[in-house]
């Protein structure tokens, strides 16, 4: 998945969640750290992206 073979290696986290892969998708981050598809419905619950960069803060 998006080039990674671990899904809990931090890179692969923050590539999940990068402007780059969102828009390659057809994604984009919500107002409230959604991620929504090219036609605004959710993909991913509001604070999803804010939930991965605290992790990867941390």
């Keep these: 998945?998006?080039?990674c073979r671990r899904p809990k290696n931090r890179h692969?986290?923050?590539r999940a969640i990068s402007a780059e892969f969102?828009?390659?998708?057809?994604?984009s981050?919500?107002?409230n750290g959604?991620?929504?598809n090219s036609r605004g419905r959710k993909l991913f619950d509001i604070g999803?992206?804010?939930?991965?960069?605290?992790t990867l803060a941390s």
Excluded: V
């Design 22 to 27: 969102l828009t390659q998708e057809g994604w």
């Design 12 to 14: 692969c986290s923050g």
């Design 48 to 54: 999803f992206i804010n939930a991965i960069k605290k």
């Design 1 to 3: 998945m998006w080039g």
């Design 34 to 36: 959604e991620i929504l």
């Design 29 to 31: 981050e919500g107002a």
